[in-house]
């Protein structure tokens, strides 16, 4: 039921405080609920078996430094491994660096294709790219449409290229995708457009006519870059997904959405290592500029369950205020829902523990707005400077407020906004925060943090 690596690692940890080193002996147990919490996560099982080799290899003989425990330090290490092979490391620092942006060194139009499979958000990404090159590298963008079997892809894209503010090039279902994208293409060309992003039609499987289809579309306009568009709630399948795309085109580059859903995106690292592209782009939301560059540090504290529960532990268990937070844990396991007021709750538990100084870096990274460890004075200080906002905006708000947030709307936000002497964005976002707070609440019913709070009460 456990769904935190973190949670169910510290139980095996505690059982070997004071060895100093990670040996086979002490790592097969660890390893295997490592192996567990990334099948949970949806990594496809050949991935996963070559991620743990990888990781075996490294972490045998690892020196377990300082006050760490072996459990700590391996958590440590599969984290790390984890953003490095989602990401790129850079030779120079270790360290793993944000992927280049879209590719546009061509001849104008640079031509930029779509490929995935029905219902992978192409149409979405091709919007939202189309704002980001006209919004951040000031491009003059063209979109158009092959997929000449669903008409109403063809005005989803026409639709949605209107809110990028890019231009979009009509097509017809009678048309020949091929046909539609070198016309396009020219229109492009003869009108100075700097971009052409081409959109395609997926099939809600892989098959043979739509692979042969899109290579020919590869082959006729020659796209400087060919994204793969993949669904980070596909699970397993992601890696034949992955495998038929790949054999079919030279993928430049790959776009995961639908990371603001549920699933804790385990296609990533599949899609990742089969294709060898880089994950360029991370879709977080439905709307038009729901788009960010893919983050793999964060996105691997979220492929483990959690960011550092382990030292979070450790950490908590010097000050807390167990009474509340045995409440806190009841009202959990009783299935109330978890509201504003616990939130409040827990965002002043934080500041008993001893300030947030050490507390940040260990954190979820979802909790940090994808704050990196090893956070600087300056990062300090504005966090505690967050804090204390959001316990202003939380405090602006009616007792009904923060129990049913759901009322909170336009009218609503802008008095709280102005109770508390902040932008309505700052509101939002102090919500945004407690959604996913939230969700890993309902996520961890049951399981990691009650577990959590019990050791730190008993
Ligand atoms: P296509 O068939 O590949 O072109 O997929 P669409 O672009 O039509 O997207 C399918 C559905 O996924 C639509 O309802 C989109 O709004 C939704 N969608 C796409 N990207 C995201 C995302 O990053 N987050 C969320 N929540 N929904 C997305």
Do not use: C
Request: hydrophobic share 45%; charged share 25%; proline share 3%.
């Amino acid at each position: 039921m456990a769904s935190a690596l973190t949670d169910r690692l510290s139980r095996l940890v505690k059982t070997m405080r004071g060895q100093a080193r990670i040996t086979e002996s002490n790592v097969q147990d660890m390893l295997r609920e490592v192996r567990m919490a990334l099948l949970e996560a949806d990594v496809a099982l050949p991935v996963v078996r070559d991620f743990i080799a990888r990781v075996k290899e490294k972490a045998l003989g690892a020196e377990v430094v300082g006050s760490l425990t072996p459990g700590q330090a391996l958590v440590g290490i599969v984290n790390k491994e984890l953003a490095a092979t989602m990401g790129e490391v850079d030779p120079a620092t270790g360290a793993v660096k944000p992927p280049a942006d879209i590719n546009l060194a061509a001849q104008p139009p640079a031509v930029i294709l779509m490929a995935g499979l029905q219902g992978a958000g192409k149409t979405t990404t091709t919007a939202k790219l189309a704002k980001h090159l006209i919004e951040k590298r000031k491009k003059k963008v063209l979109t158009v449409s092959a997929d000449v079997y669903r008409p109403a892809a063809i005005e989803q894209l026409k639709t949605v290229s209107k809110q990028a503010g890019a231009e979009w090039f009509p097509s017809t279902a009678t048309d020949k995708p091929v046909a539609i994208a070198t016309a396009a293409l020219d229109h492009a060309r003869r009108h100075y457009f700097d971009v052409l992003l081409v959109d395609t039609a997926g099939r809600l499987a892989i098959d043979e006519a739509l692979m042969k289809e899109i290579a020919e579309l590869h082959a006729a306009v020659k796209p400087v870059e060919t994204l793969f568009v993949v669904d980070a709630m596909q699970g397993q399948d992601a890696i034949n997904t992955a495998k038929a795309f790949k054999e079919a085109l030279p993928l430049t580059g790959i776009v995961l959405t639908k990371t603001d859903g549920d699933s804790r995106g385990g296609a990533a690292l599949s899609v990742r290592q089969i294709t060898g592209a880089p994950i360029k782009f991370a879709g977080v939301s439905e709307k038009i500029d729901g788009l960010e560059v893919f983050d793999a540090q964060r996105h691997a504290g979220r492929v483990l369950g959690m960011g550092d529960i382990v030292a979070l532990v450790e950490e908590v268990q010097k000050g807390v205020d167990v009474a509340a937070a045995q409440k806190l844990a009841d009202k959990l396991k009783s299935g109330d829902n978890f509201d504003l007021n616990d939130f409040l709750a827990q965002i002043s538990q934080m500041k008993k523990m001893g300030g947030l100084s050490g507390l940040m870096d260990k954190l979820p990274t979802q909790m940090t707005g994808g704050k990196a460890a090893n956070i600087g004075q300056a990062d300090m200080d504005r966090a505690e400077r967050d804090v204390r906002r959001m316990e202003g905006i939380i405090n602006s708000m009616t007792p009904l407020e923060r129990r049913k947030p759901e009322l909170l709307k336009a009218t609503r936000k802008r008095r709280i906004a102005a109770g508390a002497g902040v932008q309505v964005q700052d509101v939002n976002r102090l919500l945004n925060q407690f959604d996913q707070m939230q969700g890993m609440m309902k996520k961890m019913k049951g399981g990691g943090l009650m577990k959590m709070m019990k050791r730190m009460g008993g």
